[in-house]
């Protein structure tokens, strides 16, 4: 049974370039709620713990050094069928290959700079929304 919160970042490039907002304005238009929301920034080393499903993959170490560079937007989205909803609502992770009127189409510029992280399952959105946020920092 699919459950209803996901997780996601907006990540150092898109943050750079100033879209927060309007990445924010399409998740809410979209009829994601908000429960949790924080600006951070990763060190290498909270990157590589937050990515260590990939610590075997050629492009861990390019991916950590990346998602360390500068400032991200965590998040916590509640909405029926989140993750799925969400995923379709990011497109593709190659912004070539994603849909018109997703995130990674409006502001992705590569497979590694595509704008935002999502949750690919269930289970792995409870394991990073708890990977940033304590339960005292999530609305209900």
Do not use: W
Request: proline letters at 3%; one cysteine or more.
């Amino acid at each position: 049974m699919a459950t209803n919160r996901t997780f996601t970042m907006v990540k150092p490039d898109a943050f750079g370039d100033g879209n927060t907002g309007a990445i924010t304005q399409m998740i809410e238009a979209a009829g994601f709620k908000i429960v949790a929301m924080k600006l951070t920034r990763l060190s290498a080393e909270a990157a590589g713990k937050f990515y260590k499903v990939h610590n075997e993959r050629p492009f861990y170490k390019d991916l950590c050094a990346y998602m360390s560079s500068g400032p991200i937007v965590a998040m916590i989205l509640e909405k029926d069928n989140a993750v799925s909803d969400f995923r379709k609502l990011i497109g593709a992770t190659n912004p070539a290959n994603a849909e018109e009127g997703t995130i990674r189409k409006r502001f992705a510029k590569s497979i590694e700079a595509n704008a935002v992280h999502g949750s690919d399952s269930d289970e792995n959105a409870e394991i990073e929304g708890s990977f940033f946020f304590s339960g005292l920092e999530r609305v209900s």
